[in-house]
């Protein structure tokens, strides 16, 4: 079974960016497509965006300018980088594997989640 | 405020069914994009309960059932247990929002 764990910096200041690192274990990068979502506290979850194994990616609308996925097949890693954070963006970050079909896109395997928390 | 609309909670007794809504618009779950079910237990990752409207992954009990119609789709629990005591939230896709949304969370409380 896939296994996923993010990391990261648990403190970011306001204007800078956010820096996160998701490892995957159990199994390949290189057969899905892997993706990002995020939940403020006492709030709902709001998906992020998604990176295909060969580097394309999708990004919610809303944090499009601001977002950048990147992967590392030969580490198992894929991250997410945020920039110019507000305290908006304190939250609690997942990394999830993604599932595309014609009528349904979903999430297989989730992270246990990282607190980030946008403060000086 | 969440696109998909859940109840904050829902309460029962063990061994009682309970059922939860999700309620989209025509942009989504009208629009015949599947609903995906999640639960999250107290401390741990999120876990697929339904995907695709009604199916179970392998290892989730057949206790758990999935169902969608018009806007709205909705995950029932029977034989209500202990263990079930968790978040549970329901995500579709969004067509006018070149999206994934979700329902913003239902606290299922066993009595």
């Known amino acids: 079974q896939v296994q996923l764990q993010e990391s990261g910096p648990g403190l970011v200041k306001p204007s800078e960016t956010l820096s996160l690192i998701c490892t995957v274990s159990g199994g390949s990068l290189s057969t899905s497509y892997w993706s990002w979502i995020r939940q403020p506290p006492g709030k709902g979850l709001e998906w992020i965006g998604y990176?295909?194994?060969?580097?394309?990616?999708n990004y919610n609308p809303s944090l499009k300018s601001r977002v950048t996925m990147s992967i590392d097949t030969s580490k198992n890693q894929f991250s997410l980088k945020l920039s110019s954070v507000t305290a908006a963006d304190t939250a609690v970050y997942y990394c999830?594997?993604?599932?595309?079909?014609?009528?349904?896109?979903?999430?297989?395997?989730w992270g246990q989640g990282t607190l980030v928390s946008v403060s000086s | 405020q969440s696109v998909l609309t859940q109840p904050p909670s829902v309460s029962g007794a063990p061994g009682q069914r309970v059922t939860i809504s999700c309620t989209g618009t025509?942009?989504?779950?009208?629009?015949?994009?599947?609903v995906h079910w999640y639960q999250q237990l107290p401390g741990t990752a999120h876990k697929l309960l339904i995907y695709g409207n009604t199916n179970r992954p392998s290892g989730v009990p057949d206790r758990f059932s999935g169902s969608r119609s018009g806007t709205s789709a909705s995950l029932a629990i029977t034989g209500l247990q202990a263990e079930d005591e968790a978040d549970y939230y329901c995500?579709?896709?969004?067509?006018?929002?070149?999206?994934?949304?979700f329902g913003g969370g239902t606290k299922l409380t066993v009595l």
């Open positions: 999830a594997t993604y599932e595309a079909y014609s009528s349904g896109h979903f999430f297989g395997y």
């Open positions: 995500q579709s896709y969004d067509g006018s929002l070149s999206g994934v949304v």
């Open positions: 990176i295909h194994y060969r580097g394309s990616t």
């Open positions: 025509s942009s989504n779950i009208g629009a015949g994009f599947d």
